[in-house]
């Protein structure tokens, strides 16, 4: 299975573009990157996905890199709101389910 | 439209009784996968649904079993609660299954607490 590395926890400053990375190294080329984020052991909310180019919805843009072994979920004006816990994961084909990692602890303050 | 409902929100049960959680996908979804959620192990799988047959399964004991009815909606079971049971159950959907690339959804989950 593809393995995600994230940072354990991020400090944004509200109002300010929260730049959350993510590394997938071995990611097959196939396999599309998904971003959720989880507030107070709610459950996980969509944010965003991808395979190999750019995206953009009302929640968030995601980049990734032309190799695709990284990418990065933006949030361009983070509230308070925002803070969460953030989950980057790879789609694994081998296994054919979302495999979750231990996330992003995102504190968004004022 | 409606997102992804789970039943009960919260539930109390005590050591060996067996308990059913109850989980509609989004409308026109077709596959319902279930997660566990603890703190000592986050999010694990436990299984995925398709047109009522059990596509993927996780590394749980057969005391976790799950089904699904034609209408999509699926139920999961566990038998013989243990305390380590304790955790979060979470129901996604998603239109299809087995597809990178499709949208999943998840439910706000069903806390269970065995005692």
């Known amino acids: 299975d593809a393995k995600t590395t994230q940072p354990p926890s991020m400090d944004c400053a509200e109002g300010r573009a929260a730049n959350l990375p993510c590394n997938h190294s071995t990611i097959s080329g196939n396999e599309y990157v998904y971003w959720y984020r989880q507030i107070h052991s709610q459950g996980p909310q969509y944010i965003i996905h991808g395979l190999k180019n750019n995206e953009t919805n009302e929640m968030a843009s995601l980049i990734i890199t032309e190799d695709r072994k990284s990418s990065t979920l933006i949030l361009p004006h983070a509230t308070l709101r925002d803070t969460a816990v953030y989950y980057c994961?790879?789609?694994?084909?081998?296994?054919?389910?979302?495999?979750f990692g231990t996330g992003t602890r995102l504190q968004v303050f004022p | 439209k409606a997102g992804v409902t789970q039943t009960p929100r919260y539930l109390i049960k005590t050591r060996g009784q067996q308990v059913t959680l109850s989980c509609s996908p989004i409308s026109g979804h077709r596959s319902v996968s279930w997660y566990q959620q603890t703190p000592g192990q986050g999010l694990q799988f436990l299984f995925e649904y398709f047109s009522e047959t059990q596509r993927n399964k996780g590394n749980f004991p057969g005391r976790f079993s799950g089904r699904q009815f034609s209408n999509s909606r699926s139920e999961m079971n566990v038998s013989t609660l243990e305390l380590g049971d304790s955790a979060l159950y979470l129901c996604a959907s998603s239109p299809l299954a087995g597809r990178s690339g499709n949208t999943i959804y998840f439910g706000e989950g069903s806390w269970l607490t065995v005692v």
């Open positions: 994961i790879v789609y694994s084909y081998n296994t054919d389910k979302l495999i």
